[in-house]
C-alpha cells in the first residue's frame, strides 16, 4: 500500500484528488495539507511513502516545500501535480528533487498510473512537460557552451529507457541484458553526469543535448 500525502491549497481541487486516490487499489491517503509549510510539518509527521504537491500555495511554494521534505527524508518520493507549466515552474520542481511533473487537466487514470510510478522510483513527466523541459534546457546549454559528456550508446539506450519511466528490470528485460548490467550502466551514467540519482542524470542528459 503507498501511503500518500496530498497537498494543495484549494479544498475543492484537494478533495477530489483524495477522492481519486482514495478509490484507488493499491493508494492509501494518510493526509491532506493546504500550504508548503503544512505539507513539511505533516511529511515529517506521517512519513507518506509519497507527497502529490501543489506547486502555487501559501507560506512555501510546492518547490521549497518538496526540497525540504526531501532533506529530511530522501527516501520519500515527490510528484508535482498543479495547472502550472511555465519553464521556471518545471525547473524549480526538478531541481527542488520532485520525481514527477503531472498537470491537474491529465486524465485521472494517468494521474493513478503517475503516484503508482513515482512510488515505485519511475520518473514521470507530462508530455508537454517533457517537451518544455528538452527545449529549455538545450537552449540554456548551447548559450552557455556546456561541454558534450561521452556517453557509450548503450549508456544512452539505458537512460532514454530510463527517461520514458522504465524501471531496471523493465530496462533489463526490453534489451535483454541483466538487471545488475543495467545498474551498473546507470552507475557509469551517473559518474559521467556528475549527479546521483535518475531523474537528474535524464534532466543533465537533457541540458547537455544527449537526449
Known amino acids: 500500500m503507498i501511503r500518500v500525502l496530498v497537498v494543495d ?3 475543492i481541487v484537494r478533495g477530489g484528488i483524495v477522492g481519486l486516490l482514495g478509490a484507488a487499489s493499491g493508494i492509501e491517503v494518510v493526509g491532506e495539507a493546504g500550504d508548503g509549510a503544512e505539507a513539511v510539518t505533516l511529511a515529517a509527521l506521517l512519513r507518506p511513502d509519497l507527497v502529490l504537491m501543489d506547486l502555487r500555495m501559501p507560506l512555501l511554494d510546492g518547490a521549497q516545500a518538496t526540497a525540504l521534505i ?16 511555465n519553464d521556471d515552474n518545471i525547473l524549480g520542481a526538478i531541481e527542488a528533487g520532485a520525481s514527477g511533473y503531472l498537470l491537474k487537466a491529465a486524465p485521472q487514470e494517468e494521474i493513478i498510473e503517475g503516484v ?5 522510483g519511475q520518473t514521470v513527466l507530462a508530455p508537454s512537460i517533457a517537451a518544455r523541459l528538452v527545449q529549455r534546457v538545450r537552449a540554456d546549454a548551447a548559450i552557455q557552451g556546456r561541454p558534450t559528456q561521452r556517453l557509450s550508446a548503450r549508456e544512452l539506450e539505458v537512460l532514454r529507457l530510463v527517461g520514458t519511466g522504465l524501471s531496471n528490470p523493465q530496462i533489463a528485460a526490453g534489451l ?4 545488475a548490467t543495467v545498474k551498473t550502466h546507470l552507475a557509469h551514467v551517473f559518474e559521467k553526469l556528475e549527479v546521483s540519482d535518475r531523474t537528474r542524470a535524464v534532466t543533465r542528459a537533457m ?3 544527449l537526449l
Not at 526531501?70 to 507549466?85: G, W
Not at 535483454?176 to 538487471?179: H, K, L, N, R, S
Request: aromatic share 6%; net charge negative.
Open 9 to 11: 491549497d484549494h479544498p
Open 70 to 85: 526531501l532533506a529530511d527524508d530522501p527516501s520519500c518520493k515527490v510528484l508535482i501535480l498543479t495547472t502550472y507549466e
Open 116 to 120: 503508482l510510478s513515482v512510488a515505485g
Open 176 to 179: 535483454f541484458i541483466g538487471e
Open 207 to 209: 541540458e547537455l543535448g
